[in-house]
C-alpha cells in the first residue's frame, strides 16, 4: 500500500474525532471521513488471535529474505556503516526523562502564588519534551526498516481491516441502518489507497492505546 | 486539546469522580457502556479516575502542603505533584526498610551478646550426649 494521502489530512481527521466527548462511553470510536461515518472497534480475542498469527507469518518470513534485519543487527549496522549510534539516542532519551522529572519535582514544591516559576518551569518542560519527542521519532525512523517493527505493522494493519464498520444508511439522509465492514477481508485493505485506511489505522491504535 | 488532556478532563469531572466513588459502594452502577474488553483509552481513563480520586481525598484530608486545588485544575503540576509524591512515598518506604533491618542488626547484636554471655541459643539443636 504506497501512502498517497498527505499526513497532514490524516492528523487532521484523527483531531477531529480527539474533540468527541463519548471517548470512553464505550469501546467502539466514531470518526468521520469525507462525509461518511465510521466506527472502530475494540478487536475481540479471536481479532487478536489472528492478528498475532499474521504477524508472526510476517515476521518468518522477513527472517528468510536476504535484504531484511532484526533491530539488534540494524543497530550493529547503523553504528558501523553510517555511524548513528541508535543506542545514544536511547541514553539521551532517558537522560532528558530525568531531567523532566527533576523538573516535576522542583515544580511540585512551588506554591500557587509562585506563578512566574511555574510558568518558567512550564516551558523548560515543553523544551524537554520536544527535545524528547524528535529523538524518539528520529530514533523510530532508524529502526523502521526492522523486522520487528515491520511485523507489527501488519498486526494493527490486520486489526484495522476486521476492526473498521462504515454506517450504511437505509436510505439516504436516514440515521437508520447498519454498520458494515468496509474491508471484506485483510488483502482488500492492503490494496486500498484511500485516506480512510490510514485514517482508520491511526483511529484503532489510539483506541488501543498499545494495549 | 490533545486526547491525553482530554481523557484527563473528563476523568477529573465532577460527574465521573462522583459516578467513580458511588460505583464502588454500589455494584449496579457501571462506569462504561461495555463491561468487559475495555479499550486502551478507557484504561488509561480508569488509570487517571483513580489517581484524581485520591488526589481529591488527600485534598480533602490536608495530608501535604503542596496539594492544592490549583494543582489538580493543572495537569503540568498535578504531573510534577504526582511525581513528588512517588519520590516521598519511595523515601519513606525506604528509610522504613532501613529502619527494619537496623533494628533487625540490632536485634542480632543482642542476641549475639546474650549468646556469649550463656543466656541464649542461636539454634534447636542438641549437641548433648545420648
Not at chain 1, 95 to 101: D, P, Q, R, V
Not at chain 1, 119 to 139: A, F, T
Not at chain 1, 177 to 183: A, D, H, Q, S, Y
Request: charged content about 35%; aromatic content about 10%; hydrophobic content about 35%.
Amino acid at each position: 500500500m504506497e501512502n498517497q494521502t498527505s499526513m497532514e489530512e490524516v492528523l487532521e481527521e484523527l483531531e477531529k474525532d480527539i474533540l468527541n466527548p463519548e471517548l470512553i462511553k464505550d469501546n467502539k470510536s466514531i470518526f468521520k471521513t469525507d462525509g461518511k461515518s465510521y466506527q472502530a472497534t475494540m478487536p475481540n480475542q479471536k481479532e487478536l488471535t489472528d492478528a498475532t498469527n499474521i504477524h508472526n507469518k510476517e515476521f518468518i518470513k522477513l527472517l528468510q529474505q536476504d535484504d531484511t534485519m532484526v533491530e539488534k543487527n540494524l543497530i550493529k549496522i547503523l553504528k558501523e556503516k553510517q555511524g548513528i549510534d541508535v543506542k545514544s539516542m536511547q541514553e539521551e532519551i532517558d537522560k532528558i526523562e530525568k531531567e523532566i522529572l527533576f523538573n516535576h519535582i522542583d515544580c511540585a514544591h512551588k506554591k500557587d502564588t509562585e506563578k512566574k516559576a511555574i510558568e518558567d518551569l512550564r516551558q523548560k518542560k515543553e523544551e524537554l519534551k520536544n527535545k524528547r519527542l524528535k529523538i524518539v521519532l528520529e530514533k523510530a525512523g532508524f529502526l523502521a526498516p526492522a523486522i520487528e517493527v515491520r511485523a507489527k505493522d501488519e498486526y494493527y494493519k490486520y486489526l484495522t481491516s476486521c476492526c473498521t464498520k462504515v454506517f450504511k444508511a437505509k436510505e439516504e439522509g436516514s440515521s437508520e441502518g447498519e454498520w458494515v465492514l468496509v474491508w471484506k477481508n485483510y488483502d482488500e485493505y492492503c490494496k486500498d489507497n484511500s485516506k480512510i485506511a490510514y485514517v482508520a489505522l491511526g483511529e484503532l491504535t489510539n483506541l488501543m492505546m498499545n494495549i | 486539546m490533545q486526547i491525553d488532556d482530554k481523557i484527563r478532563q473528563l476523568a477529573k469531572s465532577a460527574y465521573y469522580q462522583n459516578l467513580f466513588s458511588m460505583s464502588k459502594k454500589c455494584a449496579n452502577i457501571q462506569i462504561f457502556d461495555n463491561v468487559s474488553n475495555f479499550s486502551g483509552l478507557q484504561i488509561y481513563f480508569l488509570h487517571w479516575l483513580t489517581a484524581y480520586d485520591m488526589l481529591y481525598e488527600e485534598l480533602a484530608k490536608h495530608e501535604d502542603d503542596l496539594l492544592s486545588e490549583d494543582v489538580i485544575k493543572d495537569n503540568y503540576r498535578t504531573d510534577a505533584y504526582l511525581a513528588y509524591r512517588h519520590k516521598k512515598h519511595d523515601y519513606l518506604w525506604k528509610q522504613h526498610r532501613r529502619e527494619e533491618k537496623l533494628r533487625e542488626i540490632q536485634d542480632r547484636h543482642k542476641n549475639k551478646k546474650n549468646f556469649s554471655e550463656g543466656k541464649q541459643s542461636f539454634c534447636n539443636v542438641d549437641f548433648r550426649r545420648e
